[in-house]
C-alpha cells in the first residue's frame, strides 16, 4: 500500500512559466513533508519542507501548500528554469514512526527553453 | 554543511563476490543513518535503517545476512552486499540524520551505482 502517491511521472512546463508538483498521501500520522529533487545518478537534494501545522511555506523560486483535509501537498516553482528539470519526489515522516521518510514515487520535470 | 560522502560511486564486481559501500557524513554527527535501494525510474526504496553501535534494522523483504550494516561510528555505516548476483545491481543511497529522533531532514550522498556480472 503506498502511502505517498505522486500521480503524475512526468510533467512538461515552458521556461518562465509555473510548475506545479502534486502529492498526495494517506497515512493521517504523518505530521512532516519534504521535497527533494534528484538528478540522474545523483543522491536526491533537500528541497523544501513544511510542517503539518502550517498550510504554506515559501523559499525563493519554491512554495509548497500542504491540505491536511485533502491529504494533499503541492511543490509549486515560479518562474520555472531549464536547470530545473528533474525528478522531483515528495517525502512524509511521523514523528511517531521515528520521522523515517516515506517517498512518493517521483514526478520527472522537464522545462522547456 | 550536512555532507554526506559515499565511495565508491560506482563499483563493477563479478557474481558470487562482496562489495562495500562506506557511506560519510562529512561535517556533522550522525546518530542515524538510512540505506536505500533505487531501480530505474521507480522511487526510493528504504533498505535499512542505522543506529550507530547497534544493529541495523531491517524493512520487511531485506535479507539481512545479504546486505550487513554497520554503523561503527557518529560518522561513517558501510553496507556490504555479500555474495552479490545481477539481480542486486542497482543504485544505492545512504542518508544521513543530524541529530536525534526529534529531527526530520535527512541528507543524501551522491548515491553508488554497482553492476554485478
Known amino acids: 500500500d503506498q502511502q505517498v502517491k505522486q500521480n503524475s511521472p512526468s510533467l512538461s512546463v515552458q521556461e518562465g512559466r509555473i510548475s506545479i508538483l502534486n502529492c498526495d498521501y494517506t497515512n493521517s500520522m504523518f505530521d512532516y513533508f519534504l521535497w527533494y529533487k534528484k538528478y540522474p545518478a545523483e543522491g536526491p537534494t533537500f528541497l523544501i519542507s513544511i510542517s503539518s501545522i502550517k498550510d504554506k511555506n515559501e523559499d525563493g523560486r519554491f512554495t509548497v501548500f500542504l491540505n491536511k483535509s485533502a491529504k494533499h501537498l503541492s511543490l509549486h516553482i515560479v518562474p520555472s528554469q531549464p536547470g530545473d528539470s528533474a525528478v522531483y519526489f515528495c517525502a512524509a515522516s511521523a514523528r511517531n514512526a521515528g520521522n523515517m521518510l516515506t517517498f512518493g514515487g517521483g514526478t520527472r520535470l522537464m522545462v522547456k527553453p | 554543511g550536512a555532507v554526506v560522502s559515499q565511495h565508491p560511486s560506482w563499483v563493477i564486481c563479478k557474481s558470487g563476490t562482496s562489495v562495500k559501500i562506506e557511506c560519510r557524513s562529512l561535517?556533522?554527527?550522525?546518530?542515524?543513518m538510512f540505506w536505500y535501494r533505487q531501480f530505474p525510474k521507480q522511487s526510493l526504496m528504504l533498505m535499512a535503517t542505522s543506529n550507530e553501535g547497534s544493529k541495523a534494522t531491517y524493512e520487511q523483504g531485506v535479507e539481512k545476512d545479504k546486505f550487513l550494516i554497520n554503523h561503527a561510528s557518529l560518522t561513517l555505516s558501510t553496507l556490504t552486499v555479500t555474495s552479490a548476483h545481477p539481480e542486486d545491481s542497482s543504485f544505492y543511497i545512504c542518508?544521513?540524520?543530524?541529530?536525534?529522533?526529534?529531527?526530520?531532514?535527512?541528507?543524501f550522498g551522491p548515491g553508488t551505482r554497482l553492476t554485478v556480472t
Open positions: 561535517d556533522f554527527q550522525a546518530t542515524t
Open positions: 542518508s544521513a540524520r543530524d541529530g536525534g529522533q526529534g529531527s526530520y531532514e535527512q541528507y
